[in-house]
T-cell receptor, first 114, second 117 residues
Framework: AQSVAQPEDQVNVAEGNPLTVKCTYSVSGNPYLFWYVQYPNRGLQFLLK??????LVKGSYGFEAEFNKSQTSFHLKKPSALVSDSALYFCAVRPYTGGFKTIFGAGTRLFVKA | DTEVTQTPKHLVMGMTNKKSLKCEQHMGHRAMYWYKQKAKKPPELMFVYSYEKLSINESVPSRFSPECPNSSLLNLHLHALQPEDSALYLCASSQSGLQLSPQETQYFGPGTRLLVL
């Protein structure tokens, strides 16, 4: 079964420090992985995705994610956190065979303290 | 333009009311989705329309009735809802209509926050 795990409900980081939001996945075949961010009372905004190629994917707002096949992980990172990065982050996986379903992780709430 | 718009932003309705949520996109996308999201939870897929035809219904109660009048519009008609239906309702779209290609991005609207009293 395809699944996504975000092991941390919440991540706290000080402004200016690097941040990591963790995601691990379980899929058959090649994984297609996504990160979305959701600000309070808003819809999901696409940040970045891994399809194939370079393991380091760069996305919006200075975020990047590293695909690690051996560890089946796709952690979201940013070198220097901003208070405005505080939001809910969702990792998602798309089945290799296609279809309309996107499998979302439970979400990780990021708090960046000034 | 990568925008999906949803109206209204907020909706309060009684259990006997009939209301509708509206979603619109002008990106030429042929797949459109309704998701339901409870607080601090991931979105849950409700319906998928592909080329204006209902492709997926995730066993959603009949008090929710989707409609896709054209390729740019998606409605969700609400009738006799229950308080537990209170949630953020998200619309999304993606380019492919026949099926969601694995590398495709879904674009989400800002959502309608629904409160059922």
């Amino acid at each position: 079964a395809q699944s996504v795990a975000q092991p941390e409900d919440q991540v706290n980081v000080a402004e200016g420090n690097p941040l990591t939001v963790k995601c691990t996945y379980s899929v058959s075949g090649n994984p297609y992985l996504f990160w979305y961010v959701q600000y309070p009372n808003r819809g999901l905004q696409f940040l970045l995705k891994y399809i194939t190629g370079d393991n380091l994917v760069k996305g919006s707002y200075g975020f990047e994610a590293e695909f690690n096949k051996s560890q089946t992980s796709f952690h979201l990172k940013k070198p220097s956190a901003l208070v405005s990065d505080s939001a809910l982050y969702f990792c998602a996986v798309r089945p290799y065979t296609g279809g309309f379903k996107t499998i979302f992780g439970a979400g990780t709430r990021l708090f960046v303290k000034a | 333009d990568t925008e999906v718009t949803q109206t209204p932003k907020h909706l309060v309705m009684g259990m006997t009311n009939k209301k509708s949520l509206k979603c619109e996109q002008h990106m030429g996308h042929r797949a459109m989705y309704w998701y339901k999201q409870k607080a601090k939870k991931p979105p849950e897929l409700m319906f998928v329309y592909s080329y204006e035809k209902l492709s997926i219904n995730e066993s959603v109660p009949s008090r929710f009735s989707p409609e896709c009048p054209n390729s740019s519009l998606l409605n969700l008609h609400l009738h006799a809802l229950q308080p537990e239906d209170s949630a953020l309702y998200l619309c999304a779209s993606s380019q492919s209509g026949l099926q969601l290609s694995p590398q495709e991005t879904q674009y989400f609207g800002p959502g309608t926050r629904l409160l059922v009293l």
